[in-house]
């Protein structure tokens, strides 16, 4: 592998500056799995979700991931299909307690097209 420094440099940021900040991605995160388990036709255990990462099923909106995504996507919310009735999202450093309710207005509203 070539010029692989610029690959060691991105990590070693990551464990110098970041770790900390994981612990805010984790709560956002949290924050986020428990909006969303307040909204009609969302499934999703806040319990299950233990990192930055969460799954959700949204069957119960009659809706499949791909028109969901875009809804949300109009919206300016990111989110991605995993299959024809689970949705990923993922928080991370670019993305702030204020942008998680942003996001479950968003999600809000597109159940409700």
């Known amino acids: 592998m070539r010029q692989v420094g610029v690959l060691a440099a991105a990590g070693l940021v990551a464990l110098d500056t970041?770790?900390?900040r994981l612990e805010q991605d984790h709560e956002n995160a949290q924050l986020l799995?428990?909006?969303l388990a307040e909204i009609d036709g969302i499934k999703i255990d806040p319990?299950?979700?233990?990192?930055?990462?969460?799954v959700f099923d949204?069957?119960?909106t009659g809706q499949t991931t791909a028109e969901f995504a875009t809804k949300l996507r109009r919206r300016g919310v990111l989110a991605n299909g995993l299959n024809?009735?689970?949705?990923r999202m993922v928080t991370h450093k670019?993305?702030?307690r204020s942008d998680i309710e942003v996001a479950l207005l968003a999600i809000r509203e597109s159940t409700r097209e």
Do not use: F, P, Y
Request: aromatic share 0%; no cysteine.
């Open 84 to 87: 024809a009735r689970l949705i």
């Open 94 to 96: 670019d993305i702030s």
């Open 33 to 35: 799995a428990k909006g």
């Open 18 to 20: 970041m770790i900390a």
């Open 58 to 60: 949204i069957a119960g």
């Open 47 to 54: 319990e299950r979700v233990q990192t930055n990462i969460l």
